[in-house]
């Protein structure tokens, strides 16, 4: 299955703006980006994405947190999420890992080589399916 719908959600707008150059230049996705969980929450029926790209810390509704409220929805139990994230500690990737996120990729990143980084995430994540 292609890689299409991606939501995104990240407080920084700076963030926001460059994953947007960087999937719309590098990539052929539609991508619905917010600035936080609460926002992201009460888009992604109607979106229905097959990705999540999420910031780690967010105000209100962290990224995890986002995520266990989507996965409650039928039909988005194993939705893969993407955590973005400027907390380097090696523990903070493998509580995220252990919970069964696709991936966790460390900011700042490489905006040239993202979409690629993301289909292959996303080709290894459907493989183990």
Known sequence: MELKRILHADDDPDIREIVQMSLDFFGDFELKQFPDGGSAFEAFQSFK??????DYMMPGMTGPELWQNIAKF?????????????KAEASVSEVLMLKGAAAVILKPFAPEALANEIVSIWDSWNAKR
């Open 49 to 54: 994405p097959q990705l999540l790209l999420l």
């Open 74 to 86: 039928e039909g988005y139990e194993r939705i893969p999420a993407i955590f973005l994230t400027a």
